[in-house]
């Protein structure tokens, strides 16, 4: 397994398990969708992202709030464009 390979299963498992259940479940399908496209660039986007507390993060998911520009980024923004769908 590649470097690269090994960062990504490492920020899934960071991304998945955030310990906020709401935005796990959010996180797991964004994760699943996106992260194997990502290149390096987009990992450390990723990687910055979750770093900012989960109640930011889910405030602007949910649309409460809004990130300033300093915090936007390529990566955050597919993130708060992407539609969660409830599994069946």
Do not use: C, N
């Not at 498992?13 to 994760?31: H, I, K, N, S, V």
């Not at 998911?61 to 520009?69: F, H, N, Q």
């Amino acid at each position: 397994m590649g470097e690269i390979e090994t960062r990504r299963r490492k920020l899934k498992f960071r991304a998945d398990r955030r310990g906020f259940r709401e935005l796990d479940l959010y996180m797991q399908q964004f994760t699943d969708a996106h992260l194997a496209g990502f290149d390096s660039d987009q990992l450390d986007q990723f990687e910055a992202v979750l770093d900012i507390p989960d109640q930011y993060v889910f405030d602007w998911i949910m649309g409460r709030d809004t990130p300033s520009e300093a915090q936007r980024s390529e990566v955050l923004d597919l993130l708060l464009s992407f539609r969660y769908s409830a599994p069946t």
